[in-house]
């Protein structure tokens, strides 16, 4: 296939037709979260969708999970990647709605519906915490020393601690299901958390 044979024809040619089957690789992915879960997610079925041969998608990704996780992230918005807020805090609140935003679509509803039964050591479960967790909370750790450093929040504040406050609430709503992970949740979650680590006036 013309895609697989890209790497062979100089550098300049081949880098536009990778980048092309990357992105029919993970529209693929996406359309078929949509439409079925992630069950309906197979490296075959990618593959068919998106017109590229297994070995594309091999040279990306380890497994189906993998090429999922990154689909999700990339339907979240790449960490860095959009427009920045006026402050720091700024940035991490919209960073959480759109976190919000996503799992109350049917694409993050049908990953969390799978991540709800796997068991930690699963595939899909190590995916989504390299893939996806780790990506937001190092994006939010940033923002967070960046708040410090403008003075909005005290200086002796445990980041780490203060992270697992932020996510770990949005996440156990995710995961437990017992009730809607909507974007004004995120916007209440912060707020409690940043009320405790603001300075003093």
């Not at 980041?159 to 697992?164: G, K, N, Q, S, V």
């Amino acid at each position: 296939m013309a895609d697989e044979a890209a790497s062979g024809g100089g550098r300049e040619r081949g880098r536009p037709r990778s980048q092309r089957a990357r992105r029919a690789i993970l529209a693929a992915t996406r359309e078929l979260l949509e439409e079925g879960g992630l069950t309906s997610v197979t490296v075959e079925g990618i593959a068919q969708r998106a017109g590229v041969g297994k070995p594309t998608i091999y040279r990306y990704w380890g497994n189906r999970y993998e090429v999922a996780m990154t689909a999700l992230m990339e339907a979240a918005g790449e960490p860095e990647a959009r427009v920045r807020a006026r402050t720091p805090l700024g940035a991490l609140k919209r960073q959480l709605r759109q976190v919000a935003e996503l799992f109350g679509s049917p694409l993050g509803r049908g990953v969390a519906s799978i991540l709800a039964s796997a068991d930690a050591n699963t595939e899909v479960a190590k995916a989504f915490r390299n893939h996806f967790i780790r990506a937001r909370r190092d994006e939010g750790r940033r923002h967070l020393v960046a708040a410090v450093a403008a003075g909005d929040l005290r200086d002796d504040v445990d980041l780490e601690l203060a992270l697992d406050l932020i996510y770990g609430s949005l996440f156990y709503r995710l995961l437990m299901g017992h009730d809607a992970l909507r974007p004004s949740d995120a916007d209440a979650v912060l707020d409690l958390v940043v009320d405790g680590l603001r300075r003093a006036t």
